[in-house]
């Protein structure tokens, strides 16, 4: 066997790092966004598409970005997406307008596709499989539970001490840094197949990207509109296209035998759940203590930090349990506890301290979103082949992208559709159905992995009958 690479813990740290960053960008921008609304003159519909632009970007290019890891070389396409991820995000601190923040912020998210499914690869690439590959993706789910979760924290005050710019130039240096150390600590990998499939990228990538447009656009068109119904529909349509093009070609770009998979399916499955739930709660959380609590961005960043605390602590339990255990309990588990998390959010009145309402439930949610990191990851990826591993990061990372675009919009559904009046008390009533929408969409995922994470029965093949020799 090959002697592991004694590089193998730093590069962990450095691809921790790019996640932290990339994870933390979907969801930094959402405090920032009355300040950039202010001083770009944006509508409230353009203001939307400073968070949607990225989602949508990370979201289409995600799964072509995984299996271009696997066939360019991963740590060729990590660095390559760092480099335009600098670039994109210098742009974005720059932007002189609303037009060009929301361009650079799609460039974003293209280059965040290429970065996030080729770190993971390298992780698993680097890691055999085993309690040490465990150990290393429970590092990661917990540094991308934290970034999920650290956006929240971190987000307010840089708006409120720095202005919203800083919130983009804040990557520039990290990016920078990736890009020195990586060539000296990442080796270089990449999966056996050499060909590529022109007709599955097209298809898969127009499918993805149509889906992700629909449900941003969702909660201002609304979902029977003509605009949201034509969106789903050429997702429908180039997903078909794509299931027939994989089916006919030599080298596919998702071979179809791959979603034959449980683990895979059922892992991707925790992370989607887990994503919509801690997106659309966080979207309303922070709508609900600014706008009924009368909290500043620099207070409700405060109040959040019990968040990726807990989710820390959440992914290193995940880990823990992972040792003597299977992923289905743990996933389980760790989605019944943000659901729990949800409800008790789902129970705050105009009125609610802090101490009684968001503490107990941000907790909670953080301490289930770290487990669900954890288990889903560990699920989805030990059911891939070494030379798929960049192509099942991509996955993995397209359902947690695809579940924060899908919680936004539902919870701005449910704000919507329960908000009936002005007052605080009427805003509250939103609020409260939004979290309860994501306990919901939560505990439907602990159902999923029940079923999908289950070990398969075993045949029982009956023993020969012996021969009698007389």
Known sequence: MAEPDPRRWKALALLCAANFMVILDSQIVLLAVPSIQRDLGLAASGAQWVLSAYLLGFGGLLLLGGRAAD????????LTGTALFLVASLAC?????????????VLQGLSAALMAPSALSIVTATFGEGPERHRAIAVWGGVGGFGGTAALLAGGPLTDVLGWRAIFFLNVPVAALLLVLGPLLLAESRGAARAYDPAGAVSVTLAVTAAV??????????????????AFAVAVLAGAAFVRAESRSAAPLVPLRTFRSRTLTGGNAVTLAA???????????SQYAQGVLGYSPLAFGFATAVLP?????????????LGRCAARPVAVAGLAVMAAGCLALG???????????????LALLGFGLGACGVAGSVAALAGSAAGDAGLASGINT?????????????????????????????????????FDVSAGIALAGALVAGVLLAAPARRTVPEPERVRVK
Do not use: H
């Open 93 to 105: 601190g720059l932007a002189w307008t609303g037009a060009a923040l929301i361009g650079a912020r």
């Open 398 to 434: 397209a359902s947690f992208q695809l579940g924060g675009a899908f919680g936004v919009a539902a919870a701005s559904t449910a704000v919507q559709t329960w908000t009936d009046g002005t007052g605080p008390a009427a805003l509250t009533a939103g609020f409260r159905g939004a």
């Open 213 to 230: 447009f629909g449900v941003v656009r969702a909660p201002e068109e609304g979902w029977t509109s003509p605009w949201t119904a034509g």
């Open 309 to 321: 605390v807990a989710a820390v602590a959440g992914s290193y339990a995940a880990q823990a349990a």
């Open 347 to 361: 129970r705050v009145t105009a009125g609610t301290g802090y101490a009684a309402g968001l503490l107990p439930g």
């Open 71 to 78: 066939l360019a070389g991963r740590r060729r396409t990590f």
């Open 275 to 285: 994503a919509t739930a801690v997106f659309g709660t966080s979207f309303a959380v």
